[in-house]
Each structure stands twice: as C-alpha cells, then as structure tokens.
C-alpha cells in the first residue's frame, strides 16, 4: 500500500502525525525539495501540501512535478486566507475547462 504524506509549515507539526499520516515539516524555501523528494519514493502515493508553502514553490515547477508522477498530488487550503484571488482549486478548474468558475460557499 502506498504512502500518504502532508507537507506542512511548523505550525501544523501535530496535526496530521496523530491522524497516523507522515508528516514532513519545512519551511516555504525548502518546499519544492520536500515535493520533489516524495514523489521520487516509489512508496508514496498522494503528496499533500499546504498552500502557504506553495510561495517557495514554481508554479511550472508544480505542473511539471504533478504531470510526471504517478500519483496523487493536493494541496491543502491555508487555514487562514486575507483577500485572494484565485487560488490552486480555481486555477486548476481553470485549466481543465477552460474558463474561471466561482466557487461560492
């Protein structure tokens, strides 16, 4: 059975280690290495990644990243947002029909 592993901020250290997932901390600097290091493991199946990392990050980085893996790559919403244009869920929608969606809650 494959991995799950949640990328995350120092401040989601116990979060996710008590849901019984592994957890990698890391700062928004070392995050595309993090990414990149457990897509490269052949036992891990779905890579999350919290989206205030996604700054340290390049987008095409990210699409490259997601496109060659074989597995499942999400990124979890900030759990605080100020305003924001569109973030990764609305991009990603964008890109597969075409158009922007509003997602109203």
């Known amino acids: 059975?494959?991995?799950i592993v949640v990328i995350t901020p120092p401040d989601a250290l116990f979060g996710f280690t008590l849901a019984g997932v592994s957890q990698t901390v890391t700062s928004a600097d070392?995050?595309?290495a993090a990414v990149r290091r457990h897509i490269e493991d052949p036992e891990c199946g779905v890579v999350i990644v919290d989206e205030r990392l996604?700054?340290?990050i390049d987008e095409a980085h990210l699409q490259e990243m997601e496109k060659r893996w074989f597995g499942v790559?999400?990124?979890l919403p900030a759990p605080e947002k100020g305003a924001v244009e569109e973030d990764y869920a609305q991009r990603l929608i964008r890109r597969v029909i075409g158009y922007h969606v509003?997602?109203?809650p």
Do not use: C, I
Request: charged fraction near 35%.
């Open 54 to 56: 996604l700054s340290g």
């Open 73 to 75: 790559l999400v990124v």
């Open 1 to 3: 059975m494959k991995r």
């Open 30 to 32: 070392e995050a595309e």
């Open 102 to 104: 509003r997602l109203a």
